[in-house]
């Protein structure tokens, strides 16, 4: 596609439950990334994958989030037992790899837990 | 850790005033510096980047200078249009992380330009 692209654009789910949310990255891209922005925040890094695996997890904040990128191409970002503490928009970027390639930032998806 | 600090905003300003937004991060190796923007209803968009020291990025009238010795990336624009109405963030990427290229972020400066 011409840019990269997040579904659902805007998610509710109740406190509890589990949600998934998807990256389509721009074809050719090796590198995605996931952030989460809170609400007057900036944004804050929670996963990169390199390829099909995930090089680097360490923003991931609690063992209820998971990131799987099984083909190197679309990514799914999962949530289980959410909290409304939860509540963010998330952000995917892809760029290609390199020392000054510049990420191409999708319009997230704004995920409210109730 | 790499941390960056944005002006707070919001910042409102007539139409063709002078905009600065204060940017200054810390930062252990030898990071590359980004000015990102959001407008009302889109994604984030790379506005500008400067990736050593004294490089200056420029874009749609926006410049920044990536000053090691002060270790800021102000954001200047000489006469800001009504379409400049935003959120501006600045950003840095360490490339001591390999190919790792994420960002840290600062808080965001929300600007409001009136006609």
């Known amino acids: 596609g011409a840019g990269v692209s997040q579904t659902p654009s805007n998610k509710v789910t109740e406190k509890g439950k589990y949600v998934e949310l998807r990256c389509d990255p721009i074809?050719?891209?090796?590198?995605l990334y996931w952030y989460r922005q809170s609400l007057g925040q900036g944004p804050e890094f929670l996963i990169y994958?390199?390829?099909?695996?995930?090089?680097?997890d360490s923003g991931l904040p609690n063992d209820r989030f998971f990131a799987v990128r099984p083909e190197g191409s679309v990514s799914t970002l999962k949530i289980q037992r959410t909290e409304r503490g939860d509540s963010a928009v998330y952000l995917c970027?892809?760029?290609?790899?390199?020392?000054?390639?510049?990420?191409?930032f999708g319009q997230g998806t704004r995920l409210t837990v109730v | 850790g790499d941390s960056v600090t944005q002006m707070e905003g919001p910042v409102t300003l007539s139409e063709e005033a002078f905009l600065t937004i204060n940017c200054t991060y810390t930062?252990?190796?030898?990071?590359?510096l980004f000015w990102y923007v959001q407008y009302p209803g889109e994604g984030l968009q790379l506005l500008l980047k400067?990736?050593?020291a004294d490089d200056k990025g420029s874009n749609k009238g926006f410049e920044a200078t990536y000053r090691k010795e002060t270790t800021s990336f102000h954001l200047e624009k000489g006469s800001v249009q009504v379409s400049d109405s935003a959120v501006y963030f600045c950003?840095?990427?360490?490339?001591?992380?390999?190919?790792?290229?994420?960002?840290?972020w600062g808080l965001g400066t929300s600007l409001a330009v009136n006609p």
């Open positions: 970027a892809s760029s290609l790899t390199g020392i000054n390639t510049e990420a191409f």
């Open positions: 074809s050719g891209h090796t590198a």
């Open positions: 994958f390199q390829g099909t695996g995930a090089a680097d």
């Open positions: 930062a252990t190796g030898y990071p590359s």
């Open positions: 400067a990736t050593k």
């Open positions: 950003a840095l990427s360490d490339i001591t992380g390999g190919n790792n290229r994420k960002l840290i």
